[in-house]
């Protein structure tokens, strides 16, 4: 019983040391007056400068090892031809196996897909390579985005033209409330970006493809840069 009382005082005494009180404000004290908080962005359209191309093949059979080594084979065979051109990076990309079963539950036969990721800056090159490879494997997606140097970049100009426009914003306010200069009490820059989505007929037209290069045509991002914050307004 001792045991379970100081266990029980020992518990209240963690738990109160724990829980903090909240702050008191000094008697007297008042919110700031003339507190504005604002918010600007910034946005412009980029092309986007790389190309992202996902080739796939498939394989049916009855031994499951058989249809993974051939998958495997062909798809380190493409990368290796991928690699021999300047510009293009190859990567493996999913790689699967599973049974089909009959109407009695019973294993019929096995599916493979293994796929290939091609990247690349140079669109005619990632054209004429996916053409090539037409048949080995076949495109099932291609996706476009801006590199990590063109985001900065337009990341750059935009920042500074939403900072200009978060201080144009806060000198008109300040004067329309009567006031005659602000300083700046808190702020914060942020960056966001979305990569235009890749339209399914297009991706289903690229598929169909076979030795000829295959159409690839970049869109633009958006990038946006907001400018969030709160300034204090003085007379």
């Given at each position: 019983m001792k045991q379970l009382l100081a266990a029980s005082l020992l518990g209240t005494t963690a738990l109160a040391a724990t829980a903090q009180p909240m702050p008191v404000p000094p008697e007297g004290w008042q919110p700031p007056a003339g507190v504005l908080t604002l918010s600007a962005e910034a946005q412009s359209e980029v092309p986007t400068d790389v190309v992202r191309v996902t080739l796939a093949a498939e394989q049916e059979g009855a031994e499951p090892a058989a249809i993974s080594s051939s998958l495997s084979a062909k798809a380190q065979q493409v990368i290796a031809q991928a690699k021999r051109i300047t510009g293009i990076q190859a990567?493996?990309?999913?790689?699967?196996?599973?049974?089909?079963t009959d109407r009695n539950g019973r294993i019929s036969t096995?599916?493979?897909r293994a796929e290939v990721v091609l990247q690349s800056r140079d669109f005619s090159a990632a054209s004429r390579?996916?053409?090539?490879?037409?048949?080995?494997?076949?495109?099932?997606?291609?996706?476009?985005?801006?590199?990590?140097?063109?985001?900065l970049a337009a990341e750059r100009t935009l920042t500074e033209q939403a900072v200009a426009a978060f201080r144009n914003k806060a000198e008109a306010t300040t004067k329309l409330f009567g006031y005659g200069s602000y300083t700046v009490r808190h702020v914060q820059v942020g960056e966001t970006g979305m990569q235009p989505p890749m339209p399914r007929a297009y991706a289903a037209k690229a598929m169909m493809a076979e030795a000829a290069p295959v159409p690839m045509e970049g869109g633009k991002a958006q990038v946006t840069v907001t400018v969030n914050g709160s300034v204090q307004m003085l007379r």
């Open positions: 990567e493996s990309g999913g790689f699967t196996i599973y049974p089909s096995w599916r493979g390579l996916a053409g090539e490879l037409a048949n080995q494997m076949q495109v099932q997606n291609i996706s476009f985005s801006l590199s990590r140097e063109a985001r």
